[in-house]
């Protein structure tokens, strides 16, 4: 029941029968073990990351449906792979929520992408900034391992594999990978360049919370500056005019609150209600990448 635990409680609303926590007094438990099985029949995990695979695996086994907060790590393939043969053997949802994809301008992004209407695309570019880098350092838990790399690039990963499909692979490797002020990675870019050229920028150290994306491809290009919950959010559709020239564009930019959590949420329970299954094989690809990242992020570290 931190940050992200609350968003996810007013998101199902009247659909809560109990709220778990060890420490936070105004919780139901202090245990999801403790919780009896018959009063619910799914999990929202907001959780740290090492007491994930241990507490899915327990309600997957009770026959529970589990939205587990990203990311979901583990040191070995083989044990998320157990995780998603619990889901398919108990006929229930596991799903890892990345709450981007139901970003308007994201959703806007992969239909441009999926229609081919920018032909062939030669670049991508993307940045993720929030200002956290002190939050972290303070906190009990989160200051440890690859720091910002697991924590915003595997967002960064995870809309990629949104906006080209899930059978995008890619060989990353670090750029720069720094600890300015905390004791993990506060500021990484990653990138790869075989075949489309990628590059993607995490950092904690954006004072200004804020996001872009510039995709140029062979028809054109597209472009996101910020997100809703940031906003305003602007979408760019520039139409390339050939020999050369200046493009004609469309631009959309929308001021409103943050629609992600309630669509994500929306979407969990339509997966529970229609046999949704898991969506696992995302998170080892997602995992076996920055596992790889974080091991050449600590070779390479700048400072």
């Not at 930019?253 to 669509?263: F, I």
Request: glycine share 6%.
């Amino acid at each position: 029941m931190g940050i992200q635990g609350a968003k996810r409680h007013r998101a199902a609303g009247e659909n809560v029968v109990a709220t778990v926590d060890p420490v936070a007094k105004a919780c139901n438990f202090k245990d999801v073990r403790d919780v009896p099985l018959g009063d619910f029949d799914a999990a929202i995990l907001c959780i740290p990351d090492g007491p994930k695979v241990t507490l899915i695996e327990y309600l997957l086994s009770n026959k529970k449906h589990v939205l587990i907060e990203k990311p979901l790590f583990s040191e070995s393939d083989a044990e998320l792979q157990a995780l998603a043969n619990l889901a398919e053997v108990n006929d229930v949802v596991c799903y890892t929520a990345y709450n981007h994809r139901f970003e308007p301008h994201f959703l806007r992004m992969r239909e441009l992408i999926q229609a081919r209407s920018l032909g062939t695309i030669y670049s991508l570019r993307m940045f993720y900034g929030n200002g956290t880098a002190r939050l972290v350092r303070n906190s009990e838990w989160r200051d440890q391992g690859a720091g910002v790399l697991p924590d915003l690039g595997s967002h960064l990963l995870d809309t990629l594999r949104f906006w080209f499909g899930d059978n995008f692979d890619a060989d990353f490797e670090i750029r720069g990978a720094y600890k300015h002020e905390n004791k993990s990675f506060d500021h990484v870019v990653i990138g790869s360049s075989n075949g489309l050229a990628i590059q993607l920028e995490m950092t904690m150290l954006s004072w200004r919370n804020h996001f872009t994306c510039d995709v140029l491809a062979e028809k054109g290009s597209a472009h996101i500056e910020s997100l809703c919950k940031w906003g305003p959010s602007t979408f760019i559709h520039r139409t390339r005019i050939l020999p050369s020239g200046r493009p004609p564009e469309e631009t959309e930019t929308l001021e409103q609150s943050d629609p992600t959590w309630d669509l994500e949420y929306d979407h969990f329970i339509n997966l529970c209600q229609n046999n949704g299954g898991h969506n696992l094989e995302n998170d080892i690809w997602i995992n076996r990448t920055l596992r790889n990242l974080s091991i050449d992020a600590e070779v390479n570290v700048n400072a």
